[in-house]
């Protein structure tokens, strides 16, 4: 099995920061990429940010510039940084990764969500 799991979600004013982190673990084999989405109440979820094992980046054109997502291939981690943080980056944030396990071959994998609130 493998389990992601975020932490580092909370309540900030805007303009502040968070630094979100998920973690991977379990029978992993390999890891291609991981990544961060978010939903918003009664919205679709959507692309945060994605990083491969290599460092190549891909960010959404409203995070551009104040988010910065990082990983750690030794700890199978992922982390983004979140600054100038605005009421509407409000939502629920999941981490994905996409992960070839021992056992399974390879999935995306989601982890259960972590909650983003800020205020105006």
């Known amino acids: 099995q493998v389990q992601l799991v975020e932490s580092g979600g909370g309540l900030v004013q805007a303009g502040g920061s968070l630094r979100l982190s998920c973690a991977a673990s379990?029978?992993?084999?390999?890891?291609?990429?991981m990544g961060w989405y978010r939903q918003a109440p009664g919205k679709q979820r959507e692309l945060v940010a994605t990083?491969?094992?290599?460092?190549?980046?891909n960010y959404a054109d409203s995070n551009k510039g104040r988010f910065t997502i990082s990983i750690d291939n030794a700890k199978y981690t992922v982390y983004l940084q979140m600054n100038s943080l605005k009421p509407e980056d409000t939502a629920v944030y999941y981490c994905?990764?996409?992960?070839?396990?021992?056992?399974?071959?390879?999935?995306?994998?989601w982890g259960q969500g972590t909650q983003v609130t800020v205020s105006s």
């Open positions: 990083i491969t094992t290599g460092g190549s980046t």
């Open positions: 994905a990764a996409n992960i070839r396990s021992w056992d399974r071959g390879t999935y995306d994998y």
């Open positions: 379990g029978s992993i084999f390999s890891i291609n990429a």
